[in-house]
Nanobody, 127 residues
Framework: QVQLVESGGGLVQAGGSLRLSCLAS????????WGWFRQAPGKERELVAA????????YYDDSVKGRFTISRDNVKNTVYLQMNSLKPEDTAAYYC????????????????????WGQGTQVAVSS
């Protein structure tokens, strides 16, 4: 049974930083792409960032390029999302997820390409 547990969310002022973590268990962590999604109230869940199995390729949504950094630790079975220069529009529930299939590229894809999800962690950015 694959389990994903996110942590690190919270309330921060605009311009501040947060680091999200996602600990995965029950999965061969190192062979999969892992992604971070977010969902704001009334909006669809969207892919924010993804990282390939070997960290050599990453994907970022245009709205977070230059501000967010995704990384992974294949020993600790953890994927991270460093969020800097946060804006009020970054306010959302953030979810980590595992992409289907081993050794696939990190690219812009939808939620249907991901098969396991965490419970989410809330990020709120005040202006």
């Amino acid at each position: 049974q694959v389990q994903l547990v996110e942590s690190g969310g919270g309330l921060v002022q605009a311009g501040g930083s947060l680091r999200l973590s996602c600990l995965a268990s029950g999965s061969l962590f190192r062979v999969y792409v892992w992604g971070w999604f977010r969902q704001a109230p009334g909006k669809e869940r969207e892919l924010v960032a993804a990282i390939s199995w070997n960290s050599l390729s990453t994907y970022y949504d245009d709205s977070v390029k230059g501000r967010f950094t995704i990384s992974r630790d294949n020993v600790k079975n953890t994927v991270y999302l460093q969020m800097n220069s946060l804006k009020p529009e970054d306010t959302a529930a953030y979810y980590c997820a595992r992409k289907r299939g081993a050794y696939t590229p990190a690219q812009a894809t939808g939620i249907d390409d991901y098969d396991y999800w965490g419970q989410g962690t809330q990020v709120a950015v005040s202006s």
